[in-house]
């Protein structure tokens, strides 16, 4: 593998950790909740592709859709409902054909296509649609409170340059 490639990868593995250590924290806790309350667990390959599913749903909502909804503040009242429909539209979409092939070709899953499989991928969308709205938000809040401290530095700043000068 290429140095650079490896570097990049690296790179991204550590300012990103928090990240990883959370989803792989919540996956295990998850995974031997339900795993213990039904009775089974799942297949391996089954959590790995379902779990991609659900984090990359979760990213695409907190840095995709949410800022592109928030951008023009008159037409977000709007927007926002009718992005996550869609969103979630094609979450279930992606998901029944993903699975169709898993239950085809592999044996990941095993389990029936039916109307309450539906509703539990809409649950599960809906779900990290909205933790990650609360990512969302907190990215949100933390940006502004670090824009605030900087304002304040520089304002402090200038209070003191300007009392030095005065005294001087």
């Not at 909804?69 to 869609?86: E, G, M, T």
């Amino acid at each position: 593998m290429n140095i650079s490639v490896l570097n990049k990868i690296t790179g991204f593995i550590g300012v990103n950790r928090i990240h990883f250590l959370v989803w792989f924290i919540y996956i295990f806790y998850e995974t031997i909740i339900v795993g213990l309350t039904f009775g089974s667990f799942g297949r391996p390959g089954n959590y790995i592709v379902h779990y991609f599913f659900n984090i990359l749903l979760f990213y695409v909502h907190a840095l995709v859709v949410l800022p592109a909804a928030f951008k023009n503040p008159k037409s977000r009242f709007w927007k926002i409902p009718v992005l996550i429909v869609l969103e979630l539209a094609v979450f279930v979409l992606i998901l029944l054909i993903v699975d169709s092939l898993l239950i085809r070709y592999t044996d990941f899953i095993q389990f029936t296509l039916n109307t309450q499989f539906y509703y539990r991928i809409a649950y599960r969308g809906s779900f990290f649609v909205g933790i990650g709205t609360g990512y969302y938000y907190l990215r949100t809040f933390l940006k502004q409170k670090e824009i605030t401290e900087e304002s304040e530095r520089k304002h402090l700043s200038s209070i003191i340059a300007h009392q030095e000068r005065r005294m001087s």
